[in-house]
């Protein structure tokens, strides 16, 4: 039965389905089925992007194809019938020809790790194919840069990214692009304009061509055959109340449009048949006319903007462009929207919206159709349970005012993490109002007020504020009575969190709708807050479109070790673009692969008494349970190890903290084994416990539970302490301050696939920042000798030090697995369990008392610090020397410090990108802060005094200080501030501040010292009989590029050679995984060093080589000698050409410090908390930098890791200790929205460094250090408005402290934020007015 079928078309390339569980999802079917790999699987929840492919759809009847991005993660496969599926590698690929996308995102230096790319490379492709249809091919820089709002990138930064975007832009300016290896510095425009890979939409936009096979597809009025794909599609509503009735008959039954609700909900349950609602046409239409607009529940949020826009509903329109992204919008549908809030307590935008423009639903019921109001659907039971069905939405129209003096006003708030970068609201609210004007003010006619998303049951009118205001003459009492009466209505639930801030929120909208109108004549200047008074209160747009993002990157190239020094174009970028470029779960799996899922404890401590199923039935699919008890008699239960030691593969009979493994389901799909793992029952015994689980620094300090450190890792203290207190002759004493945690968010999460093979061997593919412990550490688990074990690593979808520790567990487990059960077995952790397992950063408790002068001089600081190490040593140790390093930056008098590294019953915390470092750089402001307040200086006039002299450099770090002309920090902290105009700027601020009521700017100098560490890393060089050169190196490319930097490394060693055509070398090396029993002593690629060590290992290689090749080169010297002759006369005298080395550094050089300095200006709004960073400028000191477009990468890219540490990320743990955010929807990463809106970085060239390879310094950590600035500039912002509120004081003083003494926490996320800023801050602000201040 042809037409029943479920077909439909992948890169045009037809495919047949025969029967199919109607759960699975295209990207399952994709990523299983298809030989495509371009779609990653990052989140399964519609939040990361990196699933998106292009679907195009045919309609017959017009001829026309409707094509746009959709998420593959969360859309059903059944829902595809007939269509078709491009995906990255089908807009272009290595044996077509990539896509201008691909090759502009590869030379603007866009792709780092590449596992984010295909899904940016669709969302643009999405962009130009929608600009082509609805804009004449006219895509615009703003659209452009909103192209990828939504889409997570953890290397890059966004800021290349937007280039290659921007560089598709029919209005750009293409001397703003940045970076990228098109164009030279000093080209004219139109040579630039040239060089770009040219883009054609009559050629490029290949989804135009949609498959003829598809379009012969005859349209079958009833859908798919239910007895194979149990997925019914039915054609008008009498089909659907067929349905509907039959349901009891056929089991359970879901109905579905977008399916999108499934990535916030994630269905436990199992439906026996899916009913698609989005062929009704009732349910699909839009009508508009003189009464208002209906909208049918299926149609999606993208066609309702679209029907929105230009119309009286145009705010409501901009408001909903702020939900999710392009692709969640392009599939979502209004009514999935309203049922999940109705019946699901969404927290939805759309309701509230809604609510206010007075809206009302239609809805089926058994045959019935009912018209209610939207707020009397929110109040009923949820439909879910009844069976009803939403057919669709009427708004009514807004009846034009009869009198000149009335006016209808409707505008809409929300609070995000990210403005436009897929989050949900902490609050939003939409506000209708009729009011009129008269010669004493404005009266409100009538007002609907709605308010959503704040922890209620759903969206709500705040009717007793309504009706308080209706017929009123508004003025500051009124509107502070009815600030009262809202912040009762405003209850949020007791498990929601920041409750005070919600409230605080909705009365700040409040305020901020009805502010303008009181007073003078009360018309609203424009949309403007400016109240005609002598400080203007600066307007809160919160509907803004996204400012252009304007960058400068500047950075030396050199010649002098050519290739080495040019910005070379990242190996293998097109391919990641493409998606082509394998990761371990891209590796085809053989048929008879297992797939395993972890079981983890929910228990800081207790014994585990049985693990089993849910109502003892084994889920489908499940092969098999391991536990410690698998482990081979000649094996150990070990997961991972360090120097430190070992930490355990599977907790014993006793759990050690929550999220610790306790056993490995294994199944036959990946899906199984994880729908198994969460059905799994763990019987605990707490009751018999010898003692308390440890669950904080304190209760550690209390049972003196510490990991040991070893004087190797504990520095030695600065002068004497007690001293420096004396000279001192101001102090601060006990102050106290915690910093909170960081998950890696890698976008690739932990995977691994184990083979068996014969005589008792096992090959791993692991996502392994450090093969070779994971070696080590299966051979011990398994008790076989390492030469039984090899491990491949070929690329990391990005690691940040979460894929050292924490990737040997999960080769581990799979090893085991594989090695039992003698068949291949796969994990590929779903995000939720791996936000569980990684532990992330350190958190830590800091103490400290700090002497200092009048003059802001420091005299002496005594510092104490609780670490929270978690279970497992891991790497902790090396905390107190990581700490610090960077905390000497300044010159403190003497340092004196007790560290300690607690042992806690938390998941164990492991090396994040400067592990230790990026706190220990944070301590040290965060004093200096302090000092500053107490003295009432600038903070920066107190860093600038305290910067080191090179003398006490060489007393805070000894030898590592280098030479006098390597510490360039002074010249760095000079330029720039000339650079980014710091004094003018500080000014403006300053005048800026004295403005505006609501807005206030900060603006920080941070300076860093960052010291790294060398260490021996092996290579490999061997030149093949064709002239090609293979490459193996220790270091595993994690995204940071140090592949590239190899490569141009050996071009650079064998090009001495100087054979004819040499300047080519570059096209011929190619660097190969990292296979641990080809290349040993691999160690941890980690601490910034890698890159360098690996360049210096085939160095060492190519000088061998050179050396092996030279008397060939001598006999043949007779003309132009080229590479291959030379090459093919070495292999004829069997000259060995495969060289290999070990690079030691040098003891006494082998530490050495890298600077940098950053300026960020911020903006607080001080009615939300959202800080918005204006500006950046980071200027660092890169040595001669090996591949200045690389280091520039890690620059930003670092900086922006920071930005996430110190203003979004928060990653905490509940009272047993388990982790409390656990995916994209509550762990919020910086997107391309909440990056400086202007990012200037310069690469500095300092020349010649005697100890460095070639002269190079690391770049891949330190710059992180710099985003404290924007922490430091908000602090200042904050401190703003902090003594305007006081200013305001009339009576009430105790609601919020006010003042300049605060710490400020990070991250310093929107409620923390405006916490400090004042949660009554409006209340106060109408007091002041009201008691005539
Ligand atoms: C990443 C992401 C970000 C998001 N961000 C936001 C946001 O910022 N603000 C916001 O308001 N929303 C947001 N959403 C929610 C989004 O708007 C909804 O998921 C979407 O509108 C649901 O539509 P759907 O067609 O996909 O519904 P489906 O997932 O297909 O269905 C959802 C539920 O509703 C039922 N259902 C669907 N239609 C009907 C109907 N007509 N009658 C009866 N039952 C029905 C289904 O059975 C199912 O239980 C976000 C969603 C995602 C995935
Ligand atoms: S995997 Fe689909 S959005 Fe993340
Ligand atoms: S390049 Fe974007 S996540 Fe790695």
Redesign the pocket.
């Known amino acids: 039965m042809e037409g029943k079928d479920l077909e439909f078309a992948v890169n045009g390339e037809r495919f047949k389905v025969n029967s199919v569980d109607p759960s699975t999802t295209l990207l399952e079917f994709l990523r299983f089925n298809t030989p495509f790999k371009s779609v990653k699987l990052g989140c399964s929840?519609?939040?990361c992007g990196a699933c998106l492919v292009m679907l195009s759809k045919h309609d017959p009847d017009s001829d026309q194809v409707k094509e746009h991005s959709i998420n593959s993660c969360?859309t059903l496969l059944c829902s595809i019938n007939g269509c078709s599926i491009t995906t990255s590698e089908g807009l272009g690929n290595t044996k077509k020809g990539f896509h201008p996308i691909h090759n502009r995102f590869a030379g603007f230096h866009a792709s780092q790790c590449g596992f984010c790319t295909p899904g940016m490379c669709i969302s643009l492709y999405s962009a130009l194919s929608n600009a082509h249809i609805n804009h004449n091919n006219t895509l615009t820089v703003s659209e452009a840069e909103k192209a990828i709002a939504g889409n997570l990138c953890r290397c890059t930064g966004y800021r290349p990214i937007v280039d290659a975007c921007k560089s598709f832009a029919a209005d750009v300016d293409i001397e703003d692009l940045g970076l990228n290896s098109f164009w030279k510095k000093g080209d004219s425009k139109e040579v630039m304009v040239k060089s770009l890979p040219p883009y054609n939409p009559d050629d490029h936009l290949v989804t135009r061509l949609f498959p003829e096979f598809l379009k012969k597809k005859k349209k079958v009025r009833n859908g798919l055959d239910h007895s194979r794909y149990h997925w019914t599609t039915p054609f008008c509503v009498n089909e659907l109340c067929n349905v509907l009735e039959s349901a009891n008959s056929v089991g359970s039954l879901?109905?579905?449009?977008?399916?999108?609700?499934?990535?916030?909900y994630k269905d436990e349950e199992r439906f026996d048949r899916y009913v698609d609602?989005s062929h009704i046409p009732e349910?699909s239409m839009i009508k508009k006319d003189e009464n208002g607009i209906e909208i049918g529940?299926?149609v999606t949020?993208s066609d309702v903007i679209d029907a929105l826009k230009d119309s009286d509903f145009e705010k409501m329109a901009a408001h909903m462009e702020?939900?999710?992204n392009h692709s969640?919008r392009n599939?979502?549908?209004?009514?999935?929207?309203l049922?999940?809030a109705q019946s699901r307590k969404?927290?939805?935008?759309?309701t509230t919206l809604l609510l206010a423009a007075d809206a009302s639903v239609f809805m089926l019921n058994v045959r019935e159709i009912e018209k209610v109001k939207l707020q009397e659907f929110l109040d009923l039971p949820p439909?879910?349970d009844t069976k009803?069905?939403?057919?669709k939405v009427d708004i009514p129209a807004w009846t034009a005012p009869s009198r000149d003096d009335t006016e209808l006003l409707f505008e809409t708030y929300r609070a995000a993490p990210r403005s436009i970068g897929?989050?949900?609201?902490y609050v939003n609210a939409a506000f209708f109002a009729r009011v009129s004007h008269s010669g004493r003010g404005v009266v409100v006619n009538k007002c609907l007020l709605a308010f959503g998303s704040y922890g209620g049951d759903h969206s709500i009118r705040a009717t007793e504020v309504e009706h308080f205001l209706t017929g009123i003459l508004l003025s500051h009492s009124v509107l502070y009575e009815a600030m009262g009466l809202l912040r009762g209505i405003i209850v949020p639930s007791k498990d929601t969190s920041y409750p005070e801030y919600r409230k605080a929120l909705a009365v700040g909208f409040l305020f901020e709708f009805c502010y303008p109108l009181i007073g003078n004549n009360g018309h609203r200047i424009c949309s403007s807050l400016d109240s005609g008074e002598k400080h203007s209160n600066g307007h809160v747009d919160h509907t803004e479109s996204l400012p252009f993002l304007s960058s400068s990157q500047q950075v030396v190239e050199s010649d002098e070790f050519q290739p080495v020094g040019e910005a070379v174009i990242k190996a293998g970028a097109a391919l990641q673009a493409s998606g082509e470029a394998v990761f371990v779960d891209d590796i085809p799996t053989l048929p008879n692969c297992l797939h395993g899922a972890f079981i983890y404890s929910t228990e800081p401590l207790a014994k585990i008494k049985s693990i089993s199923f849910s109502e003892n039935v084994t889920p489908t699919g499940v092969f098999a349970l391991l536990t410690f008890k698998d482990i081979p008699q000649q094996g150990q239960n070990i997961g991972s190890k360090t120097v430190f030691g070992p930490g355990p593969l599977f907790a014993d009979e006793l759990t050690r903290c929550a999220g610790q493994r306790i056993a490995l389901v294994v199944a036959d799909t990946q899906k199984h084994a994880d729908r198994a793992a969460k059905l799994a029952v763990v019987e605990y015994d707490i009751k018999n416990l010898e003692e308390e689980p440890i669950l904080t620094v304190e209760d550690a300090v209390k049972r003196s539970s510490f990991f040991e450190v070893h004087p190797m890792f504990y520095p030695e203290p600065v002068g004497d302490v007690l001293h420096g207190m004396k000279e001192a002759d101001r102090k601060i004493l006990l102050a106290e301050f915690r910093l909170g945690s960081q998950y890696f968010f890698y976008m690739e999460p932990q995977t691994a696939l184990a083979l068996p093979d014969e005589d008792n061997c096992i090959k791993v593919f692991s996502s392994s920042q450090a093969p070779e412990y994971v070696h080590s550490v299966i051979a011990t688990c398994l008790g076989i000798p390492e030469h039984n074990v090899r491990v491949i690593t070929r690329r990391v979808g990005g690691g940040f030090g979460g894929k050292a520790v924490k990737s040997m567990p999960v080769a581990t487990a799979c090893a085991l697995a594989a090695h039992k059960l003698q068949r291949p077995v796969k994990m590929y952790l779903n995000r939720k369990t791996d936000m569980i397992m990684a532990g992330g950063r350190h958190p830590m408790k800091v103490t400290y008392n700090v002497g200092f002068r009048s003059d802001g001089k420091l005299t002496a600081l005594e510092l104490t610090m609780l670490i929270d190490a978690g279970i497992e040593p891991d790497v902790s140790p090396i905390l107190p020397r990581n700490i610090m390093g960077p905390l000497r930056k300044y010159d403190w008098g003497a340092l004196s410090f007790d560290v300690k590294v607690c042992k806690t019953n938390l998941p164990s915390r492991t090396a994040m990108r400067a592990p230790g470092e990026v706190q220990g750089s944070y301590i040290a402001e965060s004093i200096i802060e302090n000092v500053a307040s107490f003295l009432h200086m600038e903070a920066d006039e107190v860093r600038k005094i305290n910067l080191h002299t090179y003398h006490s450099l060489g007393k805070f770090y000894k030898h590592i200080s280098g030479e006098a002309e390597e510490y360039t920090l002074p010249l760095l902290w000079d330029k720039v501030e000339i650079s980014s105009e710091f004094k003018k700027r500080g000014e403006m601020v300053k005048e800026f501040n004295k403005c505006n009521v609501w807005r206030k700017r900060g603006l920080s100098r941070v300076p860093i010292v960052h010291q790294v560490m060398q260490r021996a890393t092996p290579g490999r060089v061997s030149i093949l009989s064709d002239g090609s050169v293979v490459v193996e190196v220790g270091g595993i490319e994690i995204g940071q590029g140090l592949w590239t930097k190899v490569k141009q490394m050996v071009a650079y060693g064998l090009g001495l050679m100087k054979c004819t055509g040499s300047d080519k070398l570059l096209e011929k090396v190619r660097v190969v995984q990292a296979d641990t029993l080809g290349l040993i002593q691999g160690g941890f690629t980690a601490g910034s060093t890698t890159s360098e060590n690996s360049c210096e290992a085939v160095r060492l290689c190519c000088v061998i080589l050179v050396e092996r090749l030279k008397p060939t080169m001598d006999q043949l010297k007779s003309g132009s000698v080229t590479w291959n002759m030379l090459i093919q006369q070495a292999y004829a005298k069997s000259v060995n050409l495969s060289a290999s080395a070990l690079y030691t550094p040098e003891f006494s050089s082998m530490e050495y410090l890298n600077y940098g300095v950053g300026v960020s200006e911020v903006e607080v709004d001080v009615l939300t908390g959202k800080t918005e960073i204006l500006r950046s400028d980071i200027i660092y000191d890169c040595g001669k930098s090996l591949n200045p477009a690389v280091d520039l990468g890690q620059v930003e890219g670092a900086f922006v890791q920071g930005i996430g540490f110190f203003m979004m990320e928060e990653y905490t743990t509940d009272e047993k200790g388990l982790v409390v955010q656990q995916g994209t929807w509550d762990y919020k990463i910086p997107t391309v929205d909440t990056i400086p809106k202007k990012f200037f970085v310069e690469i500095l060239n300092t020349g010649h460094h005697k100890n460095r390879v070639l002269s190079s310094k690391a770049s891949g950590e330190p710059p992180l250090l710099l985003a404290a600035s924007v922490h430091c500039a908000t602090r200042s912002a904050i401190r703003e408005a902090r003594r305007q509120s006081l200013s305001w004081d009339c009576n009430d003083g105790d609601r919020d402290v006010s003042g300049a003494d605060f710490e400020l926490p990070v991250p310093a996320t929107m409620p923390v934020v405006k916490g400090l800023c004042g949660l009554y801050s409006v209340e106060k602000y109408l007091e002041g007015k009201i008691c005539g201040k």
């Not at 879901?254 to 916030?264: A, H, I, P, Q, R």
């Open positions: 929840e519609g939040g969360l879901k109905l579905v449009v977008g399916n999108t609700g499934s990535g916030y609602i349910m529940a299926a949020i702020k939900i999710g969640i599939s979502a549908s209004i009514g999935g929207n049922v999940m969404f927290p939805s935008d759309i439909i879910l009803r069905v939403l057919l897929n989050a949900l609201p």
